[in-house]
């Protein structure tokens, strides 16, 4: 019988609703167990089509495939190496535009929420700090208007595990 429970991710806490997980029955290339959730996507030199999530969890998929989950984070934020092996070995990735950008607070990264837009951020009552924030580091200027879940410019929202503080990543196609 497939396995229908996977392991809990500290810096992916919302796999089911971030649209990253394979949903149909399937082999895990790694450990060759028969899931019914994985993930198609890691940054190796081998193509990999389906990883269960308990090989990304215990870093046995990273270790056999010589590859990471994460493309580029904010790692001179964080000074534990532990930290940082345990975002790019043992973390599933998110889906943007350009490749995901983990951003981090208190000495560790964020945990990643999901895709927002302007519409959500409001909804949340955030709009104008993280607006704010992050336009002050000098990448795109003038986002409100365009910001869109799932849209050609997109927000990733994070947030802090030790203050709470919301923090976003905007990407564009």
Sequence with gaps: MPKQNYPTFKYSPNLDEIGILETSSNTCECCGETVTKSISHMYSTEEIECVCLTCVANGKAAETFDGE????????????QERVNELFKHTPGYVSWQGEY????????????????????????????????????GHYQGIRSYLTKSGSMCGYLFQCLHCGKYRLWVDCD
């Design 102 to 137: 983990w951003l981090a607070h208190c000495d560790d990264f964020c945990a990643y929420l999901g895709e927002v837009g302007t519409k959500e951020l409001e909804e949340l009552g955030i709009a104008d700090q993280v607006i704010a924030e992050y336009e002050a580091l």
């Design 69 to 80: 989950f994460i493309q580029d984070a904010e790692v001179d934020q964080v000074t534990s």
